[in-house]
């Protein structure tokens, strides 16, 4: 619904419009006209020709994008005043200006509407150099922008990539490694069972063996970890035993029993169960099955560990999940983590301070994961491969914290107040390009109402980032 303008001392009262001469607001009151929306309604399409400049007076909106076939809430408000529409009218000519976003009403709101074409013929009358000036400034911008940002998601993507499927690999091979033993082991098997088989057994004895064994194997999974002090006393007490026993190489397969949790006395109950004749045919059965249970559990350790990975991945990238959600912020600092381990390596040692009863916060996942991968990746940097790199979290009121600390030379007093510029960088040409911290503030501040602070001496380095616990109109 289409209502006059507003009154000129209400125009005055709109930040775009207060330093406006009579002449100038007269054009204004002629073109604009009052728009109404119902709460939920679409007020602009992204992709739609751009044809209106559209002033917010009352009422909330909020802004999405289409990214990747999805669409991505980009921003809310309810500030008085915001503009959105053909907001780059200066920046195409009329064929070409289609509105970048949808806008949608979140509350019932009113527009002061413009006519994009013709306020910007008036525009570039009134303001010609200012309206040169911001047309140049805003297409330097956007290919400069558009060509940096590729490369810097190119870059990510590669250094994420190369880092998980380094972290990939390890399971999958040690899964491969424990397939082709085990297929080895199971051929064992069948041959001892045929070598029992020509001893013509009693059935009572075979199926108490078969007892034996299924009792044994299920001591597996609950092998204590032992020392490798340990793991050698061990090994020597059960190869006695063998050796005592008669059983030739007992110290071949010392170790098998020994890694199975398996003690002098599991041995003595094996004895008992199947008597001298049948001890070296039986205690070699028993190692293939054994050994055949460790390499299964290894199997199963190796796939729970690339199902865990790629769940991180998911995590991560949300690809699965709505763009704005209620989160827990250490479930992304966790799969940021997995997804950087191959660049934090070795020398970086990882200390988790979790606070777990904080509040679930509203957020965009996805981009907080960014905020965390942008500053633990300077981290890393900073410290050179080796040092303590922290994460901490607690809440503060309706506040949740997160800090990442590292134990680098620190940021020097001067550098310290731009490190949030963008293009502003401290690495080598061709090693940054200056955004990684600019778009986390971006993210922290402009898109969850939230503050990042730094502070810094040598040694110790801390990035605060603050995040609301309720929902901001400003998303």
């Known amino acids: ?14 930040f775009l419009f207060e330093h406006l001469s009579d002449a100038q607001l007269d054009w204004i009151e002629q073109n604009a006209v009052r728009e109404e929306f119902k709460a939920d309604s679409v007020v602009i399409r992204e992709g739609d020709p751009a044809t209106c400049f559209y002033v917010l007076l009352n009422g909330a909106l909020r802004m999405t994008r289409v990214v990747a076939g999805a669409e991505v809430e980009m921003k809310r408000s309810d500030q008085r005043g915001s503009y959105c529409g053909a907001t780059q009218f200066l920046a195409y000519q009329d ?4 509105y970048g976003a949808t806008i949608y009403a979140v509350s019932d709101l009113t527009f002061l509407t413009l006519p994009a074409a013709e306020f910007a013929v ?3 009358q009134w303001f010609p150099m200012a309206a040169h000036l911001l047309e140049g400034m805003y297409l330097g911008w956007r290919n400069t922008d558009a060509l940096v940002s590729s490369r ?8 994420l990539s190369a880092g998980l499927m380094h972290e990939l690999n390890n399971p999958a091979a040690a899964a491969v490694r424990a397939t082709a033993a085990l297929r080895e082991r199971v051929a ?16 009572d004895l075979l199926e108490l063996l078969l007892d034996v064994q299924e009792r044994l194997v299920k001591q597996v999974g609950d092998a204590p970890k032992l020392s490798a002090m340990q793991q050698a006393d061990r090994e020597d007490e059960i190869g006695d035993w063998f050796d005592d ?4 190489q007992g110290w071949d397969l010392a170790s098998i ?17 199947v008597g001298e004749g049948l001890l070296d045919g039986a205690i070699r059965w028993l190692a293939y099955a054994l050994e055949t249970e460790m390499l299964m559990g290894e199997i199963e350790d190796s796939t729970s560990r690339v199902s865990t990975l790629v769940g991180a991945a998911k995590q991560y990238s949300q690809m699965d999940r709505a763009p704005h959600q209620f989160i827990d912020v250490h479930e992304g600092l966790n799969s940021t983590l997995v997804m950087m381990s191959g660049k934090l390596g070795e020398g970086i040692r990882v200390v988790k301070d979790y606070d777990c009863s904080i509040d679930r916060i509203p957020a965009y996942a996805a981009e907080l994961n960014q905020v965390w991968t942008n500053i633990i990746d300077n981290a890393v940097s900073a410290m050179g491969g080796e040092g303590t790199l922290t994460l901490r979290t607690w809440q503060v009121g309706k506040q949740v914290r997160v800090e990442i600390g590292d134990t680098g030379p620190g940021i020097p007093e001067e550098v310290r ?18 955004l990684g911290l600019d778009i986390s503030w971006r993210i922290v501040v402009e898109r969850h109402s939230g503050d990042i602070k730094v502070t810094s001496e040598p040694g110790d380095t801390r990035f605060e980032v603050c995040l609301p616990v309720e929902e901001q109109a400003s998303l």
């Open 188 to 203: 064992g098997m069948r041959h001892k069972l045929a070598i029992l088989a020509k001893k013509d057994i009693d059935p």
């Open 1 to 14: 619904m289409t209502q006059p303008a507003l009154p000129r001392e209400e125009l005055r009262s709109l």
């Open 122 to 124: 008036e525009f570039r």
């Open 257 to 273: 029993f020994v890694a199975a949790g398996l003690t002098p006395e599991n041995l003595d109950r094996v004895l008992e169960s």
């Open 417 to 434: 107040q731009r490190i949030f510029e963008p293009f502003f960088t401290t690495k080598d040409v061709g090693e940054g390009t200056g």
């Open 245 to 248: 026993h008669g059983i030739d």
């Open 152 to 159: 810097r998601r190119l870059v990510a993507l590669g250094e």
């Open 95 to 98: 064929s070409e200006a289609t």
